[in-house]
């Protein structure tokens, strides 16, 4: 899957060549001197003068990837969002089911998307369709963070006065703000919808964006709950198994913020296996962020079946007085 480093070719001479010298030198002396210039030129110098070509994992030939991606995320988060809105299901005694659910649904957000952006799709994709392709990807992921963080930090009390309730509609808007950049700035000149690069401002703020959701944002988390279990403050933030959501986009985060380094020359690369190796790692960085739409609807179940365990069950209704103590009593 991918297009590898592809081997070039040098030609150091040439007919032309040979019938410029041809004047200053027989025929016998000109090759001797071909030969003995070929022969000062080894590998290592063509390889140096070639250009350094990365694998990309992630071109047509992962189209099976992303369909299948797409089509197991959309079904597995329909489902948990079914449960999580049945009237009579036991999952409906979860205190933050409404967080749940949102989760759940930008999860399906996310898995439509990958359909959107698979590479190796027949026919061009217009520009708006790319955009909002680009604006469903990062602003679901957004959103899913913040309100992972948010269900972490208040549990339950989202739902108990109408100021909380405030937080999931302020967390998707400014996920949504959040993601206009990555839209704006992708490219559908070739027929597909393949992400923005550049150096440009609105690149820079999303590269600032994932940096800051992905991998400073859950580093708080942890920090935030060292501190208070160490100054016995309180169990906020509650940890549960929500908190795997971060390990499919922490390496994201992380190796995009590398690659605006470098592209950005702040750190300097010269070595061309340096380079392959950096670029390997953001692709495995980006199909490892895609794995996510599958595995949060496992996570979500986990999360809601231990919540519904755990949950005080309802007291039993008090048993109807006998006939016979009502005629004692008569």
Same mark, same amino acid.
């Given at each position: 899957?991918?297009? /590898?480093?592809?081997?070039?070719?040098?030609? @150091?001479?040439?007919?032309?060549?040979?019938?410029?010298?041809?004047? %200053?030198?027989?025929?016998?002396?000109?090759?001797?001197?071909?030969?003995?210039?070929?022969?000062?030129?080894?590998? !290592?110098?063509?390889?140096?003068?070639?250009?350094? $070509?990365?694998?990309?994992?992630?071109?047509?030939?992962?189209?099976?990837?992303?369909?299948?991606?797409? #089509? @197991?995320?959309?079904?597995?988060?329909?489902?948990?969002?079914?449960?999580?809105?049945?009237?009579?299901?036991?999952?409906?005694?979860?205190?933050?089911?409404?967080?749940?659910?949102?989760?759940?649904?930008?999860?399906? +957000? %996310?898995?439509?998307?990958?359909?959107?952006?698979?590479?190796?799709?027949?026919?061009?994709?217009?520009?708006?369709? /790319?955009?909002?392709? $680009?604006?469903?990807?990062?602003? !679901?992921?957004?959103?899913? &963070?913040? +309100?992972?963080?948010? *269900?972490?930090?208040?549990?339950?009390?989202?739902?108990? =006065?109408? %100021?909380?309730?405030?937080?999931?509609?302020?967390?998707? &808007?400014? &996920?949504?703000?959040?993601?206009?950049?990555?839209?704006?700035?992708?490219?559908?000149?070739?027929?597909?919808?393949?992400? =923005?690069? =550049?150096?440009?401002?609105?690149?820079?703020?999303?590269?600032?964006? /994932?940096?800051?959701?992905?991998?400073?944002?859950?580093?708080?988390?942890?920090?935030?709950?060292?501190?208070?279990?160490?100054?016995?403050? =309180?169990? /906020?933030?509650?940890?549960?198994?929500?908190?795997?959501?971060?390990? %499919?986009?922490?390496?994201?985060? #992380?190796?995009?913020?590398?690659?605006?380094?470098?592209?950005?020359? #702040?750190?300097?690369?010269? @070595?061309?296996?340096?380079?392959?190796?950096?670029?390997?790692?953001?692709?495995?960085?980006?199909?490892?962020?895609?794995? $996510?739409?599958?595995?949060?609807?496992?996570?979500?179940?986990? &999360?809601?079946?231990?919540?519904?365990?755990?949950?005080?069950?309802?007291?039993?209704?008090?048993?109807?007085? *006998?006939?016979?103590?009502?005629?004692?009593?008569?």
């Amino acid at each position: 899957m991918g297009n /590898c480093l592809q081997p070039v070719s040098l030609t @150091l001479a040439d007919n032309s060549s040979q019938q410029d010298w041809g004047g %200053f030198f027989t025929t016998e002396e000109l090759d001797q001197l071909i030969y003995d210039y070929e022969d000062s030129v080894n590998d !290592s110098d063509v390889a140096a003068a070639a250009p350094c $070509h990365s694998c990309n994992l992630l071109d047509a030939s992962s189209l099976p990837f992303f369909l299948l991606l797409s #089509v @197991l995320g959309l079904l597995a988060n329909a489902a948990v969002l079914s449960a999580l809105l049945r009237p009579l299901f036991r999952w409906r005694r979860c205190a933050d089911r409404p967080i749940l659910a949102q989760l759940a649904a930008g999860s399906a +957000l %996310f898995s439509l998307a990958l359909a959107l952006l698979a590479p190796g799709l027949g026919g061009a994709r217009p520009a708006p369709l /790319c955009q909002f392709a $680009h604006l469903a990807w990062h602003s !679901s992921a957004f959103a899913q &963070a913040l +309100l992972i963080t948010s *269900r972490a930090c208040l549990g339950p009390r989202l739902g108990a =006065g109408w %100021f909380l309730r405030l937080i999931p509609a302020a967390v998707w &808007a400014a &996920a949504i703000v959040l993601g206009l950049p990555s839209a704006l700035t992708s490219d559908s000149s070739e027929g597909s919808c393949p992400p =923005g690069q =550049g150096w440009g401002l609105l690149h820079k703020l999303h590269v600032s964006s /994932c940096w800051g959701l992905f991998v400073l944002l859950p580093l708080g988390l942890l920090g935030a709950k060292g501190l208070k279990k160490a100054l016995g403050k =309180g169990p /906020c933030p509650r940890v549960d198994v929500l908190w795997i959501w971060f390990i %499919f986009w922490w390496p994201y985060g #992380v190796m995009l913020g590398v690659d605006d380094l470098v592209r950005s020359q #702040v750190v300097v690369i010269r @070595l061309c296996q340096a380079q392959q190796a950096q670029d390997l790692l953001l692709q495995l960085a980006e199909g490892l962020a895609m794995v $996510h739409c599958v595995a949060t609807p496992l996570l979500l179940a986990l &999360a809601c079946h231990r919540a519904s365990h755990l949950a005080t069950p309802p007291l039993p209704p008090a048993p109807a007085p *006998r006939p016979d103590a009502l005629v004692g009593k008569a």
